[in-house]
């Protein structure tokens, strides 16, 4: 569960903030004018998230060095047969 203030309440109780980061584990949300803009959480959380990322990405992009040779192929394959315009270089 996350906790909301506005960024003048979060200005205001800093301290208080940190501290139940700190101790309760809590992650708070800032709002301004009304909108979320910023979510405040333990720094233990946050590596943790980060590395679950890149974990979870390792591999993701393995295949598609591949995938752009062929679309570049295709796209001056394509090219070359296209005769309906001309483009002077």
Known sequence: ???VFT??????????????????????TITKK???V???????ESKQNR???LIKA???LADIDDSIDEMVN???EERKRETSREVNL
């Open 51 to 53: 590395e679950e990322g």
């Open 34 to 36: 009304g909108k979320k």
């Open 7 to 28: 960024l003048s309440e979060a200005k205001l109780k800093l301290s208080e903030i940190i501290n139940r980061i700190i101790y309760k584990k809590e992650k708070i």
């Open 58 to 60: 390792k591999g993701v």
């Open 74 to 76: 295709i796209i001056y």
């Open 38 to 44: 910023a979510m405040v959480v333990p720094l233990e």
């Open 1 to 3: 569960m996350s906790d």
